[in-house]
C-alpha cells in the first residue's frame, strides 16, 4: 500500500538531547513538509523539502534541522537549541505543480520532554 | 498574507442533525481549498477538495463549494453521525508546492 510511514510514534527527550523523527513515503512525491501541532491549534510548518539534497524554512525552523537525501526520506531533528519541543508532529508529502498539490498526512509523532 | 478563519468550535449536534462549520479565507492569488480531518491521537486525512472557484468537492457525505465571491469553503453534512466526531480542518496552498494555510480547527462532538 502507498503511504507515509513515521517513527516512533512516540518519542522521550531528555534536556540537551537532540531527537530525529523518521518520515518515509512510497507515493513517488516530489515535495515533503514537516508541521507541529500545539493542542488546541491548526499546524504550523517547520521545514520542507521539494527536491532532494534541498529544502526551505518554514515558519517555525529554529531548533529543527532537516536532510534529503533521498526522494523517500525526510527525517527530523528536534535540537537541544528547541526549548519547548513537546508537540504532536506530522509528515506530509505532495506532488508539485497543477493538480498535484494535495499534501498527504502520516500518522504522526508525539514527542514529550523528561 | 493568506489566511484561513474557521468558526470556533467545539460544537455539539445530536446524530442526525445537520452540520455546517464555516471557513473563510484571504488569498493574494488563486489556491485550492482543501478540508482535512483529524480523529484523536491521529495524522490528518484529506476529506475533500476544490482546485477553483465553484468546484464543489464531496466526500462521505460532506460537501464544500469554493465560492471566489465570498472567499468562503464552508463544510456541510446532512445528517451527521456518532462516528463524524473529530476536528476539521480548513486549509489553502498554491500548485507550487509550498506549505498549507490551516485554520485553527473546529471540533465536532455527535451525541448519540
Known amino acids: 500500500d502507498g503511504g507515509i510511514t513515521q517513527s516512533p510514534k512516540y518519542l522521550f527527550r531528555k534536556e540537551g538531547q537532540n531527537v530525529t523523527l523518521s518520515c518515509e513515503q512510497n507515493l513517488n512525491h516530489d515535495a515533503m513538509y514537516w508541521y507541529r501541532q500545539d493542542p488546541g491549534q491548526g499546524l504550523r510548518l517547520i521545514y520542507y523539502?521539494?527536491?532532494?539534497?534541498?529544502?526551505q524554512k518554514g515558519d517555525i525552523a529554529e531548533g529543527y534541522s532537516v536532510s534529503r537525501e533521498k526522494k523517500e526520506s525526510f527525517p527530523l531533528t528536534v535540537t537541544s537549541a528547541q526549548k519547548n519541543p513537546t508537540a504532536f508532529y506530522l509528515c506530509?508529502?505532495?506532488?508539485?505543480?497543477?493538480?498535484?498539490?494535495?499534501?498527504?498526512f502520516g500518522p504522526g509523532t508525539r514527542l514529550l520532554v523528561l | 498574507g493568506d489566511s484561513v478563519t474557521q468558526m470556533e468550535g467545539p460544537v455539539t449536534l445530536s446524530e442526525e442533525a445537520f452540520l455546517t462549520i464555516n471557513c473563510t479565507y484571504t488569498?493574494?492569488?488563486?489556491?485550492?481549498l482543501f478540508w482535512y480531518v483529524q480523529y484523536p491521537g491521529e495524522g490528518l486525512q484529506l476529506l475533500l477538495k476544490a482546485t477553483k472557484a465553484d468546484d464543489k468537492g464531496s466526500n462521505k457525505g460532506f460537501e464544500a463549494t469554493y465560492r471566489k465571491e465570498t472567499t468562503s469553503f464552508h463544510l456541510e453534512k446532512g445528517s451527521v453521525q456518532v462516528s463524524d466526531s473529530a476536528v476539521y480542518f480548513c486549509?489553502?496552498?498554491?500548485?507550487?508546492?509550498?506549505?498549507?494555510?490551516f485554520g485553527q480547527g473546529t471540533e465536532l462532538s455527535v451525541k448519540p
Open positions: 523539502s521539494q527536491i532532494v539534497n534541498d529544502f
Open positions: 488569498a493574494t492569488g488563486y489556491p485550492s
Open positions: 506530509a508529502s505532495s506532488g508539485l505543480g497543477t493538480g498535484k498539490e494535495t499534501q498527504y
Open positions: 486549509a489553502l496552498t498554491y500548485n507550487q508546492g509550498g506549505k498549507l494555510i
